[in-house]
């Protein structure tokens, strides 16, 4: 065992090859171990000087900062951690989520999405053209017999066919609809026409909007055709929850001349419970287009010639009882007579038949004046007056094109004729 160790040792002291590479280790791990000597206390010294001042500062830092960590830790909020005032962005795994946002208005009045917003009133065509509404009830004046639907009412492809006694009637939407935020929540409502056709039209402006279920309800009426207004033409957004309908005075239908009616746009605000007009005129003036006429009739008192045939004469009187006047027009029959030329016709075209009498005059009649005509009339040969016949006159103001003009009183626009 002792000759073993011996020459272990002595093999390994004496032999160059281990002393290079102990050479070597010693090169390759020196850098990494502690100097010797005098040097290993200069490298201690400077590694403690290193250590107290990173201490000082921290301490230092830890006095100064120490209230406003403690006054960021009650707020809920991280301390500052530089020196100018401002806050580091905090690092994806120490960041603090941002607090609930809030659903209460902003400042500029309009609500914030999300909890509390209104529904989105602004409704297609397409879905209220095939939809349940609610409609509101028919003003009875502007009503035409009793076929106009109200109440809930369902939609095929925007109308409802129902028949009454007065015929077929169409309650039908008079799209395109327009938008406007009529009750100032935030989203725009829904504004049509609905109408109704019948002996005539009659239409009424409502207001749907959509409820939280997502379902349509119906905010109420605007107008309708109701006392003067008897016409809606259209309607728009009047902007800051205003809506604009344009309104007439007389309806466009059945021969009615599209001349005839005066238009005008009427402003209408939702008070939170109805609409009541804010802008706009309320009242219609004088239409210059209709007319208040009357006529009158006197004769013929016939007299009978030496050829035996009965002359006499038959003087028309009209009347203009309004303010308005023109391009009038007569019309005459009386059977088995021939009427022939008179007096008082200047300005006027004369018909071509003999049987009847039939004139228009283009010369105005002015307020509260008249206007005489005499017509010579002539029996037929060898006939003779039928003391009690009547046949009689019409008289109407027309326009250029012949259409007749609206008569406040049509009851005395016609006048016997009597033998």
Known sequence: MSDFSGNFGGDFDSDERMDAVFADVRGTVAPYLRPPGTAAAHATVRHRRRVRVVAGAILAASLVLGPAVGVAVASGRHAPTGGNGSTPTPSATTQTPDPTPSTSPSASGDPSPGTGSPPDGEISLADLKNATLDIPAWPADGKIGDGCQQGKVTFHDGSVVTNTNYGRTVTELAGPPVYTDVDHDGARETVIRVRCAVQGEVSQVVVFDRDEAG???????????????????????????????????HAVCCGTPPELPQHQWRIYRFDGAHFTQSGGPTSFPANPRVTDLSVSVQGPAFVKQANNEWHGQLKVTVRNNGKFATNLALQGHLDEVVFGPGTGFQGCDLGQSTRDFSFRCTDPIGPGASREFVIEVVTAAYAQPVPGRTGSVDVSSTLPRGQPLPDTDSSNNRATITE
């Open 215 to 249: 379902g349509i309800r119906t905010i109420g009426p605007v107008t309708a055709v109701t006392g003067a207004v008897r016409k809606i033409f259209g309607i728009d957004d009047g902007g800051d929850g205003l809506v604009k309908v344009e309104v007439g005075d």
